[in-house]
């Protein structure tokens, strides 16, 4: 395996800078690096300007999304050595408004998600006093895999409705939707897939 592998990377500021760059950098390719590894290489030894997301480093907390190689990809999960030889292209998500080289403007999600009610919405509300709300592992099973999104936009990025039409919610939204089963939620997607269908 190769010692040393080269990321291209997008570098944009959209307020002084007509169309995004290409930068290349020149980062170790260690066995247990990913992606996001040789991007702090870059940022703490090579260029410390370039701008990107991150926090965990253990896929939970969904701000590494980017483009690797065309893919969406959390860059915390994803290995260097998987792109030997290389290059590695490293572009921001798709379907997104650019901040900062990789930093994407995801206020489009966060201002549709009102729309599906993401919370639990109860017929009627009982006093503390009766205490908790109890659920069986069966109901918890039902919606379990509805509640694992860690809103990492990378379904976004890979969705072309999401990129043509900005009625559409978005995928992780449904799958909230879905969640939550609110009829409300459900009423707001009818006009959506009826107006496509009609098409
Ligand atoms: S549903 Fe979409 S936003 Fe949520 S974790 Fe999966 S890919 Fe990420
Ligand atoms: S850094 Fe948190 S999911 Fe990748």
Redesign the pocket.
């Known amino acids: 395996m190769a010692d040393r592998i080269s990321l291209q990377v997008l570098r944009y500021r959209p307020e002084q800078e007509a169309e995004p760059t290409v930068q290349e950098y020149e980062v170790p390719c260690r066995k247990d690096w990913v992606v996001l590894d040789g991007l702090n290489y870059v940022k703490d030894r090579l260029d410390g300007s370039l701008s990107y997301r991150w926090s965990c480093r253990m896929g939970i907390c969904?701000s590494c999304?980017m483009t690797v190689n065309g893919e969406p990809k959390l860059t915390c999960a994803t290995f260097l050595a998987d792109y030997t030889p290389g290059p590695v292209r490293v572009e921001p998500l798709r379907n997104f408004p650019v901040v900062r080289d990789l930093v994407i403007e995801m206020g489009d999600f966060m201002r549709k998600l009102p729309a599906i009610k993401p919370w639990i919405v109860r017929k009627e509300e009982k006093p503390l006093t009766e205490g908790e709300y109890l659920q069986t592992p069966e109901q918890m099973d039902e919606y379990k895999q509805f509640s694992?999104?860690?809103?990492?936009?990378?379904?976004?990025a890979a969705c072309p409705v999401y990129g043509l039409d900005p009625k559409f919610l978005g995928?992780?939204a449904i799958?909230l939707a879905q969640r939550y089963k609110l009829k409300a939620a459900l009423e707001w997607l009818k006009p959506f897939f009826l107006q496509r269908s009609e098409q």
């Open positions: 969904g999304g694992m999104c860690i809103n990492c936009m990378l379904c976004y995928p992780a799958a």
